[in-house]
């Protein structure tokens, strides 16, 4: 099982972006939601988890890599793509929000 898991507001305008720690199998809020474009929500989520020595260098790597995909997907195809779409393109994320 991974450490982290994403999860995922999917709206029409925004996609907001935050990270839980797995702990077992718990779910711990590392992060607050980030928001975007409303806000550049890749690099506030690159500040927090810098903010964390306690994350490998390797797993905040990963975590930024997968915001990224996210975000991408949400940019190119999110305002023509329902959560569902969304929800089969990132299988192990936890999603809410507009299915429009």
Known sequence: ???????????????AIAIDHVVNTSFS????????????AWEQLKVELESKPW???HDKIDL????TEIINFWQETGKDKSLIHAQEKFPNCT?????Y
């Open 95 to 99: 999603f809410a929000g507009s299915n």
């Open 55 to 57: 994350i490998s260098k």
């Open 29 to 40: 809020p590392l992060t607050s939601y980030f928001f975007w474009p409303r806000n550049d």
């Open 64 to 67: 930024l890599n997968q915001a």
């Open 1 to 15: 099982m991974s450490k982290f898991t994403f999860k995922i507001l999917w709206l029409e305008n925004n996609v």
